[in-house]
């Protein structure tokens, strides 16, 4: 594995361990030559998927290229760097298990959003914002008023009512969406 730093061949193993549930080997490697130190992972691809873009362009399917699309839309989000690595193998092995090599770039938005949605809300906005295209703060309102993410009326939109037969089960907690913090900034 050529070293990032300085482009030399001969870079050694110092670490290898399972990651992601045991979906990923994780290596830390370091250069003879530099002495940079990085991180590489090991994963089983199943097949070759190539994106098919609206204007109909055919490019390979690029995992860092979600990686980094997502990573934007959780920046400076409190959610563990392992985990936003086990849902991108999650929107991976979904895409390979379409059954389909051509993959249209709208069906890894969608997985990408149903993904966001379940993590953490304010990404969920966030990646909405471009993957839709947004042009006014209306898109936003009408967004959040669509997807029951309004708090204006301080009731938790889209709770389910608890039937009265399971009336004696704790409490039911919606999925986060009501209750997740969608102030603007909450970095200090
Ligand atoms: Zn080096």
């Known amino acids: 594995m050529r070293c990032p730093f300085c482009g030399n061949l001969e870079?050694?193993?110092?670490?290898?361990?399972?990651?992601?549930?045991?979906?990923?080997?994780?290596?830390?490697?370091?250069?003879s030559e530099c002495g940079g130190r990085f991180t590489t992972f090991e994963r089983v691809q199943l097949r070759d998927l190539m994106i098919v873009k609206r204007s109909g362009r055919r490019?390979?399917?690029d995992r860092a290229k979600l990686e980094r699309s997502v990573a934007i839309?959780?920046?400076?989000?409190?959610?563990?760097?392992?985990?936003?690595?086990?849902?991108?193998?999650?929107?991976v092995r979904q895409l390979e298990s379409m059954g389909e090599t051509d993959i249209p770039s709208e069906a890894v938005g969608g997985l990408v959003m149903e993904a966001l949605r379940s993590l953490d809300v304010v990404a969920?906005?966030?990646?909405?914002?471009?993957?839709?295209?947004?042009?006014?703060?209306?898109?936003?309102?009408?967004?959040?008023?669509?997807?029951?993410?309004?708090?204006?009326?301080?009731?938790?939109?889209?709770?389910?009512?608890?039937?009265?037969?399971?009336?004696?089960d704790p409490p039911r907690i919606e999925r986060g969406l009501?209750?997740?913090?969608?102030?603007p900034s909450d970095d200090a």
């Open 11 to 31: 870079t050694q193993v110092k670490d290898s361990r399972p990651s992601e549930d045991g979906a990923a080997i994780r290596r830390r490697r370091s250069c």
């Open 59 to 61: 490019t390979p399917f």
């Open 73 to 91: 839309a959780l920046r400076k989000r409190p959610i563990d760097q392992d985990r936003i690595d086990r849902m991108v193998s999650g929107i």
């Open 124 to 168: 969920y906005v966030r990646y909405a914002s471009v993957y839709r295209d947004f042009r006014e703060t209306s898109d936003f309102a009408k967004f959040l008023g669509d997807e029951g993410l309004n708090q204006n009326s301080g009731v938790a939109p889209k709770a389910t009512p608890v039937p009265k037969s399971e009336a004696k």
């Open 178 to 183: 009501g209750e997740q913090d969608l102030s």
